[in-house]
């Protein structure tokens, strides 16, 4: 059996990869990327916590909500990527800095 550390350190790693995704690219699309990386470091974490108390399915379940609230996140997400892209025609961060006519 593995060691919890390894988990909780690739946790960290997709974590931080994540929010560094988030707050450097200027791509909508690139950032919700990281948004997801972020959730299934949160997602590896559950997990890895939940196999040292094997009668509880505590993380297994909070695993499954994280993976149905980033899925409804992505799909909502994308549809309003589509969305401003109609309206301004562009998906950078930067050119989209006021919702204005």
């Known amino acids: 059996m593995m060691d919890i550390s390894l988990f909780l350190l690739l946790g960290i790693f997709l974590f931080v990869s994540g929010f560094f995704i988030v707050l450097t690219r200027q791509n909508v699309i690139m950032a919700l990327m990281g948004v997801e990386l972020m959730l299934n470091a949160a997602n590896l974490n559950f997990i890895a916590f939940s196999q040292y108390d094997r009668l509880e399915l505590d993380g297994q379940m909070g695993a499954l909500f994280v993976i149905v609230l980033a899925a409804a996140e992505i799909a909502v997400g994308l549809a309003i990527v589509i969305n401003v892209y109609k ?5 950078r961060l930067d050119k989209l800095n006021q919702l204005s006519n």
């Open 87 to 91: 309206r301004y025609q562009t998906i």
